[in-house]
């Protein structure tokens, strides 16, 4: 694992609006600090008892995991996560309390693509404008793929 001293930040914070493009960027951040397996809990903490410099390690790195989940979340996301110890206990609660709302969200889209109607003399681009904007979020959501 490596070990980073800065923290990284995107542009903007996690709030309620914006789960699926901010996790698919942190993700990323994620993976380039090589801490993907701790915030999803694929690497288990090692035994401190027989391992003490692979548990520091593991240590150091959660803890800098942690510091890169809170230092992206918007004020009202900070609740989700303080009550956890470790960063994937975090990951799963922002997983958890996002996943209902984005559902919701991608449902609001859905039906207002099935809702988005021309009328007669309307700009026909930027009629199909605003249907391949719907589109596209729903392909972010995963509903639906790229022709």
Known sequence: MKQFGEVVKLSYKL???NWVVW???????FDLAAITPIVFGTLPEPNE?????????WSFNDSYAQVVITKNLDDSQILHVVCHQISNEMWMALRT???????????????????????????????????????????SFGICTRI
Do not use: P
Request: net charge positive; with cysteine; aromatic share 6%.
């Open 15 to 17: 709030n309620y609006m």
């Open 23 to 29: 996790r698919e960027n942190i993700i990323q951040f």
């Open 49 to 57: 008892a027989t391992d003490q410099d692979q548990n520091e390690a």
């Open 97 to 139: 309390i996002h996943k209902v709302s984005g559902h919701q969200t991608a449902i609001t889209v859905q039906c207002a693509l099935f809702r988005t109607l021309a009328d007669k003399g309307d700009n026909v681009i930027k009629h199909l404008t605003k249907l391949k904007k719907l589109w596209e979020c729903l392909i």
